[in-house]
C-alpha cells in the first residue's frame, strides 16, 4: 500500500521560506507524476505544483517564481521549495500523483504571518 508523508511546514514571516518534504513508499513515485497540492482554509484543496516523472515540471501562476518543485527518484522524495512566502500561501500542503490516485496523507501546515 501507498502512503504519503509531508513534512516541513511550519510559522514563518512574509517574505522567508520553507522546503517541504514528501515521502513515498513503494514503487509508484518513480514511474508517476506528482504534484503538491494546498488548501485553505474554507477552500477546495488545488494542484498547484506538478512534475513529471521525468522531471519536467509547472507550477500554478500565483506561486510561479516563488516556488519550485523537485523530485529524487532514487529516495521516491518529493520536494517543494518555496520562497518569498505570503499570507495567502497559508494552507495544509499535501503531495500525490497528478491527478490523484493515493490515499491523502495528513498533510503539513504553513502559516505566513508577521
Known amino acids: 500500500q501507498v502512503q504519503l508523508v509531508e513534512s516541513g511546514g511550519g510559522l514563518v514571516q512574509p517574505g522567508g521560506s520553507l522546503r517541504l518534504s514528501c515521502v513515498v513508499s513503494g514503487s509508484f513515485f518513480r514511474d508517476s507524476a506528482m504534484g503538491w497540492y494546498r488548501q485553505a482554509p474554507g477552500k477546495p484543496r488545488l494542484l498547484y505544483a506538478g512534475i513529471t516523472s521525468d522531471g519536467r515540471s509547472n507550477t500554478a501562476d500565483s506561486v510561479k517564481g516563488r516556488f519550485t518543485i523537485f523530485r529524487d527518484n532514487d529516495k521516491n522524495t518529493l520536494s517543494l521549495q518555496m520562497n518569498n512566502l505570503k499570507p495567502e500561501d497559508t494552507a495544509v500542503y499535501y503531495c500525490?500523483?497528478?491527478?490523484?490516485?493515493?490515499?491523502w496523507g495528513q498533510g503539513t501546515p504553513v502559516t505566513v504571518s508577521s
Open positions: 500525490n500523483s497528478v491527478p490523484p490516485k493515493i490515499g
